[in-house]
């Protein structure tokens, strides 16, 4: 198998020497249980990682009345923003910095660029301490997905500026993009390390940094805990056992590829009579979804269970002949290795994230049109054998991609971002 084209500096592999000392590390994030996705799940896998290493991680992340009670999470009172179940720090404050503080970190590690985010990067400035940032997200793409006015993007930027103290020359780029590439020069700017999880997000944002401050550090998944039960999830949802089973498992959103994959499943219908289309994952435009199922006619043939638990999304893997994977705005796409850990073949449509993916061509890359989709999953569900050699040589992959060796690496761009700070006398 071809190894994905590396095109950022890497991070050191595990075995490099670690710190010596136990490290306390505050994590930021505008998204957290219960709402689930990319960032919490790789934000789960990076703080076990640590902690069963012997350091210490606090996360802070806005506050949900479903949210467990964790002794690692300061959750923050925030309100909700009316979009896709996320919850809005209301603005950071000095108090909320006396708050992290309190906790004697070492480091500061951001996970998104909202108001949370924008609290840790205004944090490490109060405490002059040192600050990671990992560009999760592709921030271009979801503005245009969801038509964020690019007034809104521009006063975020000015409101960003005022409270980081940098003056609004920072905010005077012009159109959506501009004003996105605002916030990430306020965000990004200073920071002692910027990771990403695959080259793909420089291809699509050019990030604020020098090459040397950017790391590549591709997240890692953590194989399913307990045996998995596809005879129950198929009969929960009344799957038959020689119905064909085609996955989806995201958000069923716009910026996820759904409009792509649902006329393409018509397609493969037709050509497999005995195919069923899977959804799972938080629906939150309802309307949109089934206005897009009602014009595919495909309607008795798809499944959607809405957000399920970590056991359930497992039992869903074991259960399916193919993943389809229509995004073209990921960054990196954990459901392709919690698929590959589960001996299923993916379908992708994106060439930049298939060329430079943790799993290299172990999975299929399809042309991003409803009839080259579709005849991708065609085949795979027409030559069973050929589908379970492609999903165990992408499970080979992804079982040698562990949490600890993730954790390792996340350790040396610490250590970086430490010993750049020790020697600027900062």
């Known amino acids: 198998m071809t190894a994905p084209t590396l095109t950022t500096r890497p991070a050191a592999q595990p075995g490099a020497q670690a710190p010596t000392r136990t490290l306390r590390v505050v994590h930021f994030s505008d998204t957290y249980l219960p709402r689930r996705d990319g960032v919490i799940a790789s934000l789960h896998t990076l703080t076990d990682a640590l902690a069963a290493v012997g350091h210490d991680c606090l996360t802070v992340a806005p506050h949900h009345r479903q949210q467990p009670d964790l002794p690692d999470l300061l959750a923050l ?39 949370v985010g924008l609290l840790g990067t205004f944090a490490a400035q109060r405490l002059g301490l ?9 921030l271009h793409a979801y503005a245009e997905a969801y038509r964020v006015p690019t007034s809104a993007v521009r006063l975020l930027a000015k409101l960003y500026a ?13 159109g959506r993009h501009g004003a996105v590439d605002a916030v990430n020069r306020l965000l990004l700017h200073d920071a002692d390390a910027v990771i990403v999880p695959t080259p793909a997000v420089l291809s699509r944002a050019a990030l604020p940094v020098p090459q040397e401050r950017v790391f590549l550090v591709p997240a890692a998944v953590p194989p399913p805990r307990g045996a998995v039960r596809p005879a129950e999830f198929r009969d929960r949802h009344g799957i038959a056992r020689p119905d064909r089973m085609v996955l989806f498992v995201g958000r069923v959103n716009r910026e996820k590829g759904v409009d792509l994959l649902l006329p393409a499943f018509a397609r493969i219908l037709a050509a497999e ?12 435009e309802r309307r949109w979804l089934r206005r897009l199922i009602r014009r595919a006619g495909v309607a008795d ?3 959607i269970t809405g957000q399920l638990a970590g056991d359930q999304v497992a039992d869903a893997y074991a259960s399916a002949d193919v993943l389809a994977f229509p995004s073209r705005t990921d960054t990196q796409g954990l459901v392709l290795q919690e698929a590959a850990l589960a001996g299923v073949p993916s379908v992708l449509a994106d060439p930049v994230l298939h060329r430079t993916g943790a799993l290299g061509d172990t999975t299929v ?4 049109s409803p009839a080259g989709f579709a005849a991708a999953v065609i085949r795979l569900l027409g030559d069973p054998e050929a589908a379970r050699r492609q999903g165990a040589a992408a499970r080979a992959l992804a079982l040698r991609h562990t949490p600890e060796r993730y954790g390792a ?18």
């Open 77 to 115: 009172r925030a309100l909700s923003c009316g979009l896709a179940d996320l919850r809005l720090l209301p603005w950071p404050t000095n108090a909320h910095v006396e708050q992290i503080a309190a906790w004697r970190p070492d480091l500061i590690h951001v996970h998104t660029p909202g108001p």
């Open 130 to 138: 040192p600050v990671v940032h990992t560009y999760h997200t592709d």
């Open 162 to 174: 005022r409270r980081l103290g940098v003056t609004a020359g920072h905010c005077t780029e012009r």
């Open 273 to 284: 009579p005995r195919a069923r289309l899977v959804l799972v994952g938080a629906v939150y």
């Open 301 to 303: 043939r798809v499944v």
């Open 365 to 368: 890359l399809a042309d991003a």
């Open 409 to 426: 690496a996340m350790l040396d761009v610490y250590r970086h971002a430490l010993a750049q700070r020790r020697q600027s006398g900062q």
